[in-house]
């Protein structure tokens, strides 16, 4: 089984409407690392969470990782074509960058 | 620009055969990893490497091994012993182990069986 449960695991969407995706752990998280990979490329990172309550912006992507430190959402405001690809959560578990990834969210962007 | 390399992009294997698949990195990381992708699954960590000339086995290492005889460098390669190497196979490296750094990845090999 996954340590880091994604959910959905793929969302399509129209054009500018907004939307969130999960990562749930069982475990504290030290550091909650979210990614964008397109198909048969690498992963493009985006956002570093490490504090309960933080919340963290870049353009229309906001990432948050609650209190407890075992969930984090991304929310991305007016969805365009260009956000379409997979975002995979990774999660560093020891404090030692001893990292693991959920299965990710297929996320399709329609015009 | 600094950035990971990882070639080839493609690359077929035979039956029996041994293939290495190159990554490096020009980010003056001390930290590389290789991951397998599958599809519908998260990466999994085949090698890892905290400084040259040390490396230790993820979670999935046997069929594979490594090498870091230079920092920018930790090729892998796949042996006859992995019996089901069709994968994407990812590269990446962090400043450091233990410092919190995210992991930055290079574009991938495709690796698949002839």
């Known amino acids: 089984s996954q340590e880091l449960e994604q959910s959905p695991q793929s969302l399509i969407v129209q054009e500018g409407k907004n939307l969130t995706i999960n990562c749930t752990s069982s475990k504290t998280l030290y550091g909650l690392y979210w990614y964008k990979q397109k198909y048969g490329e690498g992963l493009i990172f985006l956002m570093m969470l490490q504090k309960g309550g933080e919340e963290k912006s870049h353009e229309k992507i906001t990432a948050k990782l609650d209190e407890k430190k075992q969930q984090s959402s991304l929310h991305i405001t007016a969805s365009q074509p260009s956000h379409a690809g997979i975002y995979l959560c990774?999660?560093?578990?020891?404090?030692?960058?001893?990292?693991?990834f959920g299965a990710g969210t297929r996320l399709t962007v329609k015009p | 620009d600094g950035g990971i390399t990882q070639s080839p992009k493609y690359l077929f294997r035979k039956e029996g055969q041994n293939v290495t698949l190159s990554c490096e990195q020009n980010l003056n990381h001390d930290a590389m990893y290789w991951y397998r992708q599958d599809p519908g699954q998260g990466l999994r960590l085949i090698y890892y490497s905290q400084i040259v000339n040390d490396f230790q086995k993820g979670d999935i290492a046997e069929g594979y091994s490594v090498s870091r005889e230079k920092k920018e460098s930790f090729p892998l390669t796949v042996t006859s012993a992995q019996k089901n190497p069709t994968a994407f196979y990812l590269c990446?490296?962090?400043?450091?182990?233990?410092?919190?750094?995210?992991?930055?990845f290079g574009d991938g090999t495709r690796l698949s069986i002839l």
């Open positions: 990774g999660a560093d578990r020891y404090n030692n960058n001893d990292m693991r």
């Open positions: 990446a490296s962090s400043m450091g182990w233990g410092s919190n750094q995210p992991q930055h």
